[in-house]
């Protein structure tokens, strides 16, 4: 998800917007909302609206009417279920009596479109947008069979510090159970949904301290009591705009066989992602395959992924897609390097995978660079902005449309990788990274140099 973030004061909602980009502080503003709260609001709370509160929802109705009508690239193609959610959320708004009604109408209106980018944060949310970095367990989790399996645990981690290893399964977060949660998100088709949910319940502000019940290989269960910490990170923490610092990973080691292994965790701080890619490559030259791993990198700056290519590519005339706007288009076109990397590379994605990183992905593959191994991504690679409404609550649309070289769109649907790699505890357990291992050995099986670039 690529985002800008705009203030809307509530005197001049015409004000110009100020341009972000980044998504992992509203994951787990959402997330946190999704796991402990309830998607809109609070179960249980009832308050009634006042006629100034009333008049403050009504208003913030015809802004999103507004903005969307204003900015959707392709209206013809929604014109008839856009009608549609005006009409009849448009009538629940007018009969709202409480502030979760009115709230629910919002709501409902922008879940009509039927398209990610489209929500409502509550304001409940989103007073944590400018607090900084969120503290974790260092447990990462994704789903199997409809349970939250532990598939990655950071290095000197409060998660790896407690005993918790990958390939177990986290049943309960301060005995809340996780199952029914999963089998609701999941139950919607968003792949993204049970990420940031999960994500919640595995990050929150440091000092808290939370009981996950685990239960290992042999179905037995435990209890085990994490204090959440914010990671230092490997980099400088980045901010952009309101959001952040948000702490930065940067990890660069040679694995197996001698291949060159890059992990980041956002398309964030291009003063230091970039030229440390850079000097990455360049240290390791002889190394025979480079390995990207962009696994639960929900994206940001749209831009840094031509960078990233161009130390990829080594020609010219080559673009990773086109993003649509309503009066215009924007290519994503790559600037080769003068040196640029010409030996296999293996990208290694998942459902956690966004934005950015679909874009990157899906266009390196396109091109023939690289080829891709993980699990279906996001689907969430569309450019969007929020704003802040006068009823308090934040609202997130989308400005453009997306395809990639191929004409792919990737909204919806995602990068599938050339090889598929489900979650699999027994797997995990055994080999500890079923995805890296799958990339090392298609290296053992390449050749070692790597095709033409496809025109």
């Known amino acids: 998800m690529a985002l800008l973030l705009q203030s809307l004061d509530e005197n001049n909602p015409g004000k110009s917007p100020m341009p972000f980009r980044t998504l992992r502080s509203v994951l787990l503003i959402l997330g946190s909302l999704l796991l402990f709260s309830g998607c809109l609001g609070i179960p249980g709370r009832s308050t009634p609206l006042t006629q100034d509160s009333r008049e403050r929802y009504q208003e913030s109705f015809e802004i999103a009417c507004d903005r969307i009508e204003n900015t959707y690239w392709d209206m013809q193609a929604i014109e ?31 879940a009509s479109l039927q ?76 792949r993204y949904l049970p990420v940031q949910g999960m994500a919640s ?17 042999d179905g037995d269960l435990r209890d085990v009591e994490i204090t959440l910490k914010t990671p230092n990170g490997t980099g ?9 610092p ?26 230091q992602v970039m030229p440390w890619f850079q000097k990455a490559l360049e240290e390791h030259v002889d190394a025979p395959g480079l390995i990207l791993d962009l696994r639960g990198n929900p994206g940001g700056l749209g831009l840094m992924a031509c960078g990233i290519a161009g130390w990829l590519i080594d020609e010219d005339g080559f673009e990773l897609g ?20 010409k030996k296999p590379v293996a990208v290694l994605v998942d459902e956690g995978s966004a934005s950015t990183t679909e874009i990157l992905a899906q266009g390196l593959k396109d091109l023939g660079v690289a080829r891709i191994f993980g699990r279906t991504t996001a689907g969430a690679a569309l450019p969007s902005m929020i704003v802040s409404l006068p009823c308090g ?13 191929s004409g792919k769109r990737l909204e919806g649907v995602g990068v599938m990788p050339d090889e598929v790699i489900p979650v699999d505890p027994g797997k ?17 099986g390449s050749t070692g140099v790597r095709e033409e670039t496809s025109r």
């Open 246 to 271: 948000i702490p930065l990973r940067l990890e660069k080691k040679i694995v197996e066989g001698g291949f060159l292994y890059l992990r980041f965790n956002m398309f964030l701080g291009p003063m």
């Open 236 to 244: 400088k923490p980045v901010s952009f705009g309101h959001i952040g």
């Open 322 to 341: 086109v993003m649509q706007f309503r009066d215009t288009e924007m290519k994503f076109v790559v600037n080769p390097r003068l040196d640029p990397w």
């Open 80 to 110: 008839q279920r856009w009608e549609e959610g005006r009409l009849r959320w448009g009538q629940a708004m007018q009969d709202a009596s409480t502030v979760e009604e009115a709230r629910s109408a919002l709501h409902g209106l922008l």
């Open 428 to 444: 995990i357990r055994e080999e500890g990274d079923p995805i890296l291992k799958a990339a090392l050995r298609w290296f053992d």
């Open 393 to 405: 609550d934040l609202m997130q649309y989308a400005i453009a449309g997306y395809h990639s070289r």
């Open 115 to 190: 398209l990610s980018h489209f929500a409502l944060i509550p304001r409940e949310a989103s007073e944590g947008l400018g607090e900084g970095g969120s503290a974790e367990t260092g447990a990462v989790l994704r789903v199997a069979d409809g349970r939250a399996v532990v598939v990655r645990i950071e290095s000197d981690s409060p998660a790896q510090h407690s005993g918790v290893l990958p390939g177990e399964i986290v049943v309960a977060v301060d005995k809340k159970q996780l199952e029914p949660l999963i089998e609701r998100w999941s139950a919607t088709g968003d």
């Open 201 to 217: 319940a595995m990050q929150g502000s440091a000092g808290d301290t939370r009981t996950y019940t685990i239960e290992d290989a």
